[in-house]
């Protein structure tokens, strides 16, 4: 049986500088799309240290918070694409 998915089993830790590729799984979302967000600049907040792209546990729970909803028909937030 196969166990269901939750992001449970990917959290995040607030203090811990994560590899683009562990975000997007904790995301659900491809690397490709972080990457697309980055350049629009309408995702997570990221830290740039040399070539490596880093994104703390911290910062992508602030991001997840702004894009509460309670409704389909509520207004995206600002920087949503």
């Known amino acids: ?3 269901p998915k939750t992001l449970v ?6 203090d811990v500088l994560y590899e683009e ?7 659900r979302c491809n690397v490709k799309t972080l990457q697309a ?3 629009r600049g309408c995702g ?3 830290l740039k240290i040399g070539r490596l792209v880093r994104y703390r546990g ?4 602030r991001w997840m918070e702004t894009r509460l909803m ?3 028909s509520s207004p995206l ?3 949503a694409v």
């Open 9 to 14: 089993s990917t959290a995040l830790q607030p």
């Open 1 to 3: 049986m196969r166990r």
């Open 70 to 72: 309670c409704s389909t």
């Open 77 to 79: 937030p600002q920087d």
């Open 44 to 46: 997570p907040q990221f």
């Open 37 to 39: 967000w980055r350049m």
């Open 21 to 27: 590729g562990r975000v997007a799984k904790a995301l």
């Open 58 to 61: 911290s910062d992508i729970a």
